[in-house]
């Protein structure tokens, strides 16, 4: 048997190989912004495709930004230690915290040297005839 069905009042996102809505559906943050329009994009597509799929990671990393944007936007400075939970990772799991910077310092080093990487001038080799 099927639930009743929630209340439609918002813009919700739902497979095209569904023809309904679910009965029941979160409502907390309904699709707007840069990260709604890649959403949208990405519900065009089946969920067997990868037009699907990556465009909703591409929107859930935009909705990062576009919050950490809104809360500047508001005068509120995000607390990026606190919200990614470094703190506890500190507490009860320093050696991964250390190793993780550690990989990210030796990566970021590794980018920076590539990219400001001069390249030589080419040899003009002579060929005997």
């Known amino acids: ?8 009042n918002i813009e919700v996102l739902h497979s095209n190989e569904r023809p309904n809505v679910s009965a029941v559906f979160g409502i907390s943050s309904p699709p707007s912004g840069l990260s709604g329009m890649i959403r949208r994009f990405a519900f065009k597509y089946s969920e067997n495709s990868y037009l699907h799929w990556l465009p909703l990671l591409v929107a859930d990393r935009v909705n990062v930004v576009e919050g950490i944007v809104e809360d500047l936007a508001h005068g509120k400075v995000p607390n990026i230690w606190a919200e990614k939970g470094y703190k506890a990772q500190w507490k ?3 050696v991964g915290m250390l190793e993780k910077i550690a990989a990210a310092a030796l990566v970021t080093t590794a980018a920076v040297f590539v990219l400001s ?8 080799i002579r060929s005997a005839r």
């Open 1 to 8: 048997m099927r639930p009743t069905q929630q209340p439609i």
């Open 92 to 94: 009860y799991d320093r």
């Open 117 to 124: 990487r001069k390249s030589a001038p080419k040899k003009h």
